[in-house]
DNA sequence: AGGCGCTTGTGAAGACGTGCACAAATCGCG
DNA sequence: CGCGATTTGTGCACGTCTTCACAAGCGCCT
């Protein structure tokens, strides 16, 4: 178990092993596959078929082979994916090998709540600082990390390299905190206040908004609502929707 | 202002007006269209050019007037939209104008923040109900609201129409909340449980994993460390992302 | 009234993502 | 040793999404 290391890498025999380019898709889908396979793994499984995985992550098993396809073949025909060694490959792909600090900044209603998230440290993430503006929430102590200024950022960020950045501060000040981050050499950010941010090129953000969700459901659910108030024929609602329902992002009806 | 009414309408002229239907891309970007457009109100802009809203938002003009022509055609020539006729039109179109009633199940850590959370209630969506089964929970006082048992959701569901099922339980009672919150007649789910749900056809069910974000990011992170690592010839390795790069759901290098 | 500048709405082309269906590969067994 | 059962990896076709580029429409100014 040591022959197998990034095969998909074009030419390039460098020492920093290049990445297979893979698209966005696929590594949006890629935690999933690791959730699932953990879970294997904990339930003692030692190879999985490209139907068991599929279906334990919630998608298509053609979807799953293409997807682990572009990590290079892995697998076993007839037999299926050996489960440990799965997991290694995608953790490594995912950059998940090398432990990463995160930086969250607004200790606030939510900010509280992510700080005290043991799901953060369960996959090579560790919060390496807590910051906010306000005085008086400065010094508070959670879950054995104190919350220091937000001005400190260089000093922290000097003192140990920052991989990521989480923004849970009220949209006004999300801006000016991204610059921050910027400043101090942050490339990647997870903002949860509801604004768009502007950062240089080569900085990724990535957004999550609780009321877009729900915005988006209640589409669903006004769409839903037109569409049973339509066919006066039978009495089977239910099943009425049409065929090409293309549920996108949103998983619909994974089996039963 | 009174003769715009849903004008996409195929043929249809029943009573309950049938919606355009939209492409899922499209219907996920309406909320941050109506985001923006609220923030140009609140500024005192009456009109506002597809280039204008697309900037607030983030995204290509083009996409964005595409988006916009599949609700109907507002907007004048020439001079732009009204921000307050597209306000009204995008509301109705998500099912914004009925407000809808959320309950929430899991007042935890995570459960907490969500409760008091005001970003709701601004935007048509209503808690109507926090849930758990912990009975050292159950009681507690939470933004006027009072956290009752989990099975009690019958009742409370009989008393008023719950439109969306919020989900921030563990991942181990996930599937057992869902199926509840399906028996009570919620066809409507946002999960923020790192698992996999099934339900029955019909019901929708989007998930919020920060894991995932975070993963997503790391991923990055490790590709932009293995490019930089290529090339030796000069040293501006800033620029150096190639032509390509497609950041599919990640907002990267928003102007400046 | 007429022309001019500005902006929308959309056709068309290309990029991207998905899913079927099947050849190639592997294992276990007779 | 060969064969059939099983499962991967992928070519291909189809649908969706994005982006460009421009004609059509609107208002304003002369
Ligand atoms: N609470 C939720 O459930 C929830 C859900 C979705 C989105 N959000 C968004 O998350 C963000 C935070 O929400 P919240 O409920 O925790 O708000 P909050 O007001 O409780 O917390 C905000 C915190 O940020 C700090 N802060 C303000 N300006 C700062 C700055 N410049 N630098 C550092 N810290 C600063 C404040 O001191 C405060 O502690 C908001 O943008 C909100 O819209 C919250
Ligand atoms: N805290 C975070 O920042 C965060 C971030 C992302 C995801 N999550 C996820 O959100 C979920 C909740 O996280 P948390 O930190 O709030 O956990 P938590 O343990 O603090 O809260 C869970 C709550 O759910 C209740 N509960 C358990 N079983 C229930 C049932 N069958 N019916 C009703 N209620 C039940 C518990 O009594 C508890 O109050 C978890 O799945 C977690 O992975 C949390």
Redesign the interface.
């Known amino acids: 178990m040591s022959q197998h290391r990034h095969p998909g890498a074009s030419g ?1 025999a ?6 297979p ?2 698209p ?2 696929t ?2 889908r ?3 596959y ?3 396979l953990h879970n294997l793994a904990d339930a003692g499984h030692e190879t999985v078929s490209s139907e068991g995985l599929s279906a ?3 998608v298509n098993s053609a979807k799953l082979r293409k997807d682990l396809s572009h990590l290079g073949s892995y697998g076993t025909r007839g037999v299926g994916y050996d489960v440990a060694l799965l997991i290694e490959q995608i953790e490594y ?4 090998t ?1 432990h ?1 600090a ?1 930086a969250l900044v607004g200790v606030g ?2 900010g ?3 700080a ?2 043991d ?2 440290a ?4 560790r919060i390496a600082a807590l910051l906010d503006a306000d005085p008086s929430r400065v010094g508070e102590e959670i879950n054995g990390l104190v919350v220091r200024h937000v001005d400190e950022l260089p000093a922290i960020a000097a003192a140990e390299s920052i ?2 950045g989480v923004i849970a501060t009220p949209a006004a000040a999300a801006q000016r905190v991204a610059d921050q981050l910027v400043a101090v050499g942050v ?4 903002n949860f206040a ?33 569409l049973t ?2 066919p006066a024929t039978g009495g089977s609602a ?2 009425a ?1 049409p065929g090409g329902l ?11």
């Open positions: 390039r460098g020492a920093v092993p290049a990445l380019d893979l966005e898709a590594v949006a890629l935690p999933e690791l959730r699932a334990a992550a919630g792909v995912l950059g998940l090398q990463r995160v209603n939510l509280h709540a992510l005290g998230y799901g953060f369960g996959r090579g993430f991989s990521i490339t990647s950010i997870l509801p604004c768009v941010l502007s950062v240089p090129e080569g900085v990724d953000v990535r957004k999550v908004d609780l009321a877009i969700e729900l915005q988006i459901l209640s589409f669903h659910e006004h769409r839903k609502a037109s108030a339509l239910l099943t929707l293309a549920a996108t992002d949103t998983q619909e009806a994974i089996g039963t």
